[in-house]
């Protein structure tokens, strides 16, 4: 059942965000607002026609229970087979509509995310890598498509930091809450008095831009070419096919050695800077209208812890809804529907 009255406030945000920019030149985003708003405005029109029918189905049903003349019957029982068949073409109609508006604001369909390992030293190495895992494994239950962008490794098979990308449906709706530090706390397997450390590692899930929503001029590019590294620094490639690129204007730096050949490298590296350039982008857009619009903006949510892991109780906990399960290790599998379900809500 959807809610009449979100969409209503929906619809009051987009036109307040028109207001704003309606002087600025960010002719795509104006594009888009006014698209949301067309949907939205169709929808409240089309649950008014459906309010007025059920009124007089209402005012039908009077005259049907009270009403004694029978010809004034007939035609009260002849209006409500009418306005049944227009309620259920107007409901058909409403849910059309309303799939049409979910479609348009599920978001992307490739995402990126970037995970980090943070204190803990080489366990957060390694739970950066679980937390990889995890999502992999979530990706292959909704048929989503994942590939490495570029990655660190650690002797003992951690992660210092991964950047992947996924593709698939309703993928950037479901994964977008993910963003922020999570935290666990376990007994590492290099602790041999059993004591349970914490450790931390930070995730940021960055929407993938189309080719028209960020531009990168090659002048504005430092690109350079250096040899892939495996674990404890030692090159694994005796070619220099790594790439580093440094976006000048912004000093923004990304690299990627995951592929054996350079240019695969380089695209794999832009996409990264894209997606960090769409970040800072929103970032200043919502920064000018005074919003915070923390949920479509992943990357500033990386400083906040949202989770914890806690694997001697078998404890998952997200902080931001206070809500805990039980069962860590079927959620580490890659089990995270109920997670992702119960943080939808999430502003």
């Not at 795509?28 to 949301?36: A, S, V």
């Not at 962008?149 to 993928?171: S, W």
């Not at 935290?183 to 041999?192: D, F």
């Not at 040899?227 to 030692?234: A, I, L, T």
Request: hydrophobic residues 30%; proline residues 2%.
């Amino acid at each position: 059942m959807y809610n009449l009255e979100k969409i209503k406030s929906e619809y009051q945000k987009v036109i307040e965000e028109l207001k704003l920019i309606e002087t600025s030149s960010n002719w795509e985003k104006q594009g888009k607002l006014k698209k949301e708003k067309e949907i939205y405005e169709k929808i409240i029109e089309k649950q008014k026609d459906l309010e007025e029918i059920n009124k007089q189905s209402e005012e039908v049903e009077k005259i049907l229970t009270t009403e004694k003349d029978i010809k004034l019957i007939s035609l009260a029982q002849e209006e409500k087979q009418t306005l049944l068949d227009k309620k259920q073409t107007t409901e058909n109609d409403l849910e059309k509509m309303l799939k049409g508006s979910d479609k348009e604001n599920k978001g992307p369909k490739s995402i990126i995310i970037e995970i980090r390992a943070g204190a803990g030293g080489e366990e957060a190495s390694l739970f950066a890598f679980d937390l990889f895992n995890m999502y992999s494994k979530y990706a292959e239950t909704q048929n989503w498509q994942v590939k490495i962008l570029n990655c660190h490794r650690t002797e003992l098979g951690g992660y210092k930091e991964v950047a992947f990308q996924i593709t698939g449906t309703d993928v950037y709706l479901k994964m977008k809450h993910e963003a922020g530090v999570h935290r666990v706390q376990r007994i590492p397997s290099t602790e041999k008095q059993g004591r349970i450390h914490t450790s931390t590692a930070s995730v940021a899930v960055l929407a993938k831009p189309t080719k028209t929503q960020i531009q990168v001029k090659p002048e504005d590019l430092q690109i350079d070419t250096f040899r892939s590294s495996g674990p404890g620094g030692q090159n694994v490639n005796k070619r220099e096919t790594a790439i580093r690129i440094t976006h000048v204007p912004t000093g923004i730096v990304v690299a990627s050695q995951n592929e054996r050949n350079q240019l695969q490298n380089k695209e794999n590296a832009l996409a990264i800077l894209q997606a960090k350039l769409l970040v800072q982008q929103e970032e200043e857009e919502a920064k000018e209208l005074g919003t915070k619009r923390k949920d479509q903006i992943g990357q500033a949510k990386r400083a906040e812890k949202i989770r914890t892991y806690n694997f001697p109780q078998s404890r998952v906990t997200d902080h931001r809804i206070k809500k805990t399960w039980h069962n860590l290790e079927t959620i580490m599998s890659g089990d995270l529907d109920e997670i992702t379900s119960s943080c939808r809500d999430l502003e």
